[in-house]
Nanobody
């Protein structure tokens, strides 16, 4: 069973920083990618950043140069360092992993953590 637990959200002023963490339990699964998505009120969930097992990362254009995704494969933890935050970054942030298990490939999600950026 895959379990993802996010932490690190909160309220911050514009220009500030936050670091999100996602502790992953993926015993018995092969992880293909891990990433962060976000969903603002009234909007669709969107990819923020993703990190493949080979270390390659990709980012949404809106966060390039401000956010950095990283993985600690020993601790099975995914991070998102968010700098120069803007009010438009306000959203619920979700940790995601795409993993291969006994029944095939599936996407798994955490419960989400709220990030609020005040102007």
């Amino acid at each position: 069973q895959v379990q993802l637990m996010e932490s690190g959200g909160g309220l911050v002023q514009a220009g500030g920083s936050l670091r999100l963490s996602c502790a992953a339990s993926v015993s018995g699964f092969k992880v293909i990618t891990m990433g962060w998505y976000r969903q603002a009120p009234g909007k669709q969930r969107e990819l923020v950043a993703a990190a493949a097992s080979d270390g390659n990362a990709n980012y949404a254009d809106s966060v390039k140069g401000r956010f950095t995704i990283s993985r600690d494969n020993v601790k099975n933890t995914l991070y998102l360092q968010m700098n120069s935050l803007k009010p438009e970054d306000t959203a619920v942030y979700y940790c995601n992993t795409r993993a291969i298990g006994r029944l095939g490939t599936s996407d798994y999600w955490g419960q989400g953590t709220q990030v609020t950026v005040s102007s």
